[in-house]
């Protein structure tokens, strides 16, 4: 027999970003707890809303198979003294709960095995309870006590409801005993619900106004909103962060749009949508599907169908205004002077301690950028200027007001003091790659600043010694080196990274600048690679076959590595790894194998073929740079290599010839290693 499992904890009102944690602790905890005790149920369905969070599980069985139960005991050796049991195996006899007699031996040590009815589900899901609160407590660091009890949870718990079929499992927590009520709406059907069974949970609550399953909550609230918009003629801008926020803050979903006066359109996109997206948890409507055209429209839900909708708009229009005419205010203060204005104010903000201040760092960013501009030919007096300007909206009241539009506001503020859109898209963009999905800059001015940056951080926290641990990043070290290489992978720039990380090193005011601390950077840096592009159909192997041949060119190496992910597929690929393998081992145990080839000592045609060969694919390489084309010249190699190792001896007695057929064998060699060490691949 099997029943329907439903559990739900009612509270006061969970924080948004707690709600969908603690209800896939509660299903994991639950199912998973049923799962290790032999009473494997169906679906486990998850339900969350701000005041409960609850799991049903279908066809869940009423009773554990009978259990075997065994424990293993000390050593016989240790169990036994002149043939009488010695403390240590009564003890383990009277913790099994049975004579020293009726205990057995397996694998050298005591063995105590006895048959033992199954529980019913209902007796253990008290201790199952239990041990899923204590997984949910781990996710709140903080917890609330609340009236005389000492128990806690991240809200105070108002109710308990657990039902097995149409049975009452009365767990006892929180000073309540579970029963079969919940509750629904707080205001449009506040009075206590009764349930007859788990399956009619969903049903019941969509009836007292709140819908339960949070994926149907977040579809019924995406409609309303893009049904609001298109009312409005225009386009509503959702992020999924945002959506997964409000639909953690609603039970019934209601969307409303509300509107601020046009005079804050004068405002840059940007800011309004902090504004009302990140303090007010609104949602932005634009003009246009491109979203560059911002209206005075914003649309929110709310968690009730009001008899006077009017107010509820006007009261949300009425919380967004201030923070708009704060954010207005700041944009006209600081328009009132040219950004470059700003920038003398750097030299009091402090970047690091031992690195100096912003204005510092400002200048080593200048100089790098103009170093690679020289290197990849773009305009360095664009650079220079925007490298100049880049870091001073740090200083103005927007940004501090709103950190988040750092370099976004410089690019503003930049425009609207005459610098060329050259220079304010640098400006703009020179942060990016923020994250993991954000886009590299799109210009080469933003590119190169964009490097500058993130090398200037990397070099300086190294110098310093504080470099990111296992568990610690705090400057985002990794994220600013998976930067630099996805902009130089993504732009396509052939720069070479111990030489940027060099000069970037060498621009630090204090630190170890020595060579061991530049060989930490570039390994560090290639690390990041390695976890970048190793994956899917890149294998570790093929990652260290380029890496072996020291090419610290991120594009360069990206190149290798595609052409060896091409070639594996060959048939002669594990032929020609396998024969490189073992000529490097012959190579490494011969020592000196630096001399020419002589074709006057050759005595076998093989020896004659392979040096053909070689000679003929060395020619082919030197006029290609496509490394997938030299990887497949060399799959000729196959037949000429069998041949040499069948027919040619290379310790031959004669040292002449020994050392010629060595030499035959580091020129090989040589050409194996031409895009990739092949030695690495398996073979």
């Known amino acids: 027999m099997s029943r329907d499992l439903l559990l739900e904890i009612g509270t006061e009102d969970l924080p948004a970003r707690y709600v969908m944690p603690l209800a896939e602790a509660l299903r994991d905890g639950v199912a998973g707890g049923l799962d290790k005790r032999g009473l494997t149920g169906g679906t486990a369905r998850l339900f969350a809303t701000p005041r409960r969070i609850a799991v049903l599980i279908d066809a869940v069985p009423e009773r554990q198979p009978d259990q075997t139960l065994e424990r293993l005991g000390p050593a016989l050796a240790a169990a036994l003294k002149d043939g009488q049991p010695t403390p240590a195996a009564l003890g383990f006899a009277r913790s099994c709960g049975v004579e020293f007699a009726a205990l057995g031996e397996k694998d050298g040590k005591l063995h105590f095995v006895r048959q033992a009815p199954g529980r019913t589900t209902a007796d253990l899901l008290p201790e199952i309870f239990e041990d899923t609160l204590k997984a949910m407590d781990a996710l709140v660091p903080k917890r609330m006590r609340w009236g005389a009890g000492d128990e806690t949870f991240v809200r105070p718990v108002q109710w308990l409801t657990c039902l097995l079929g149409d049975e009452v499992v009365p767990l006892a927590r929180f000073g309540l005993t579970a029963g079969r009520l919940t509750y629904g709406h707080r205001f449009h059907a506040p009075a206590a619900i009764t349930l007859d069974a788990p399956a009619g949970y969903e049903a019941s609550l969509r009836a007292a106004r709140v819908l339960a399953d949070p994926a149907v909550r977040k579809r019924e609230c995406r409609r309303q909103i893009e049904n609001e918009a298109r009312t409005l003629g225009g386009h509503v801008r959702i992020t999924e962060d945002l959506l997964d926020e409000v639909t953690a803050l609603v039970e019934w979903p209601v969307a409303i749009t509300g509107h601020f006066e046009p005079r804050f359109l004068e405002l840059p996109p940007e800011v309004i949508v902090a504004t009302v997206e990140t303090n007010q948890r609104y949602f932005t409507v634009f003009e246009d599907a491109q979203q560059t055209r911002l209206t005075h429209a914003f649309i929110t839900l709310s968690n009730i169908e009001s008899r006077d909708v009017a107010q509820v708009i006007a009261g949300n229009e009425r919380v967004v205004r201030p923070r708009l005419a704060d954010a207005l205010f700041f944009w006209q203060q600081d328009l009132k002077q040219p950004l470059s204005a700003y920038v003398e104010n750097l030299d009091s903000v402090t970047f690091q301690k031992d690195l100096g201040s912003i204005g510092d760092k400002a200048g080593r960013i200048r100089a790098l950028s103009s170093t690679i501009a020289g290197e990849l030919g773009t305009d360095r007096a664009t650079v220079e200027r925007a490298a100049t300007l880049c870091k001073a909206d740090l200083v103005t009241k927007m940004v501090y007001e ?28 020179h942060y990016l790659p923020t994250q993991q999905g954000t886009p590299v800059p799109s210009t080469p001015a933003g590119r190169i600043l964009a490097l500058a940056d993130k090398l200037d951080s990397l070099a300086g926290i190294f110098a310093i010694g504080q470099k990111p641990t296992a568990s610690k990043d705090p400057y985002a070290l990794r994220r600013a080196a998976l930067g630099v290489l996805r902009i130089c992978l993504e732009a396509e720039l052939p720069l070479d990274l111990r030489a940027l990380l060099k000069a970037a090193l ?53 190149r290798r590595l595609a052409a060896v992910r091409d070639f594996v597929a060959d048939a002669a690929a594990p032929n020609l790894a396998a024969a490189n393998k073992r000529i490097r081992n012959i190579l490494k145990q011969a020592g000196d194998s630096a001399g020419s080839v002589d074709p006057a000592k050759f005595a076998h045609d093989a020896e004659h073929a392979l040096f053909s060969k070689l000679g003929e694919l060395e020619t082919l390489n030197a006029a290609t740079p496509d490394y997938g084309a030299r990887l497949i010249h060399l799959a000729a190699l196959r037949e000429p290599v069998d041949a040499f190792f069948d027919g040619v001896m290379v310790n031959d007695p004669d040292a002449a010839v020994r050392s010629n057929r060595l030499a035959l064998l580091a020129r090989l060699d040589r050409l194996c290693r031409s895009v990739a060490d092949l030695s690495c691949l398996p073979g």
């Open 402 to 429: 709103f950190p988040e539009l750092q370099g976004l506001m410089g690019g503003y503020y930049a425009a609207k003091s005459g610098k060329s859109p050259d220079v304010a898209q640098a400006i703009r963009e």
């Open 506 to 558: 060498d621009a630090q005011p204090a630190g170890k600048r020595d060579a061991a601390t530049l060989d930490e950077l570039v390994e560090f840096v290639m690390e990041r690679l390695r976890a970048y592009l190793v994956g899917g159909d890149i294998t570790a192997e093929m990652f260290e076959s380029v890496r072996a041949m020291q090419v610290e060119q991120p594009l360069d190496f990206q």
